[in-house]
């Protein structure tokens, strides 16, 4: 049977016009990227691209923040959980809960049949475990179902990560000073730099060339609010290998990367391999959830077919803690393939 096609407009392009989408695709990359060299790409004075970009925070809610390397950072445990309660939680005291700690970075709840999902990472696997088990007796109440599972790695897309989880690193202090600047605001000059650290604009010079040489940083970017008629879908998929799984999951791997050109938001925002509950997780924006689902699951399932396990596709309703990893990236070129085979190693 042929798979539904899979590439397709979305109408919430429509609202922001190509300069616009321009500027937001160029700050997603590199947002630290001066104006005048906006200005020359775009052909418009700085002014107006000063001005855009003034809008653009105001309206969509833009922050630049910095797309780290956790492992390089000596971050441990990085894993995805999907929750289900049976009882009505309160995402409220939820919240609070979560923020008392360090380890998770991510937390929203989901639409439908109460539940949730988290991005959590830590600076030891003891911290992790100990955290772990607190937080599945704070949530006990609630009749909480824990479906976790490790993250592989990212094929696409960062997960931000919050300022208390940067005071754990093992680095150097006034590199760790300068990460969290960074992460609060990655287009702070080197004057502000200084003036913040107490220290010479050379000094903040040579460090930044420094933070950049240990590999901490894969890339300055941004982060933003969601546009109105977007709705974000987050999804977690449980396959069931056969012989020729590959060719199939080349197909779905192609659709994760098929997006609108110079979009708003890219299709999909994270994509990630994961080991234990489920085997994949992905975020994407869509016109609809109507939408989401024909793109999501019922994709999979055709695609996949008896490959395919189980898939849970809900709507992202609110953000209980850290912020959604939103921006706009060539998804083609970002994407990070791996191949997987039958032989056993």
Known sequence: MQAIPYEFH???????????????????????????EI????????????????????????????????????LTSPHLTLIQFKKKPDYGTISAQLSRSYVPQLAASLKGPESMFMYSVAASSRDYVHWDNAMTIALSPYGAKWHTSELVHKQLGFFPLRSEVLDRLKI???????????????????????????THFNTVAYNFNKLLKEGYIRRFTIAFDRPKDVT???????????EGFERHALKVRRAFQADDENSLVSRYIVCAPLIGSYDHFGIGAFDSFGSAYKHISSYHRQVLGDHLGEISCREVDRVLLGSLPIRSIDTKRDYKTIEWTSDIK
Request: aromatic share 8%; net charge positive; proline share 2%.
């Open 172 to 198: 150097e202090p006034k590199h760790k000073e300068m990460l969290k600047l960074l992460n609060s605001n990655a287009r702070i000059s080197f004057q502000e730099f200084a003036a913040r650290l107490g």
């Open 10 to 36: 979305s109408a919430f392009n429509d609202d922001y016009n190509l300069v616009t989408r321009k500027i937001l695709r160029m700050l997603s990359e590199n947002s630290r990227m001066h104006i005048s």
């Open 39 to 74: 200005s020359d790409a775009i052909g418009l004075s700085r002014r107006s691209i000063r001005e855009r970009i003034i809008r653009m925070e105001k309206e969509l809610g833009v922050r630049y923040t910095v797309e780290f390397d956790e492992e390089a950072l000596g």
């Open 232 to 242: 974000l879908a987050a999804f977690f998929a449980k396959y069931t290998p056969l």
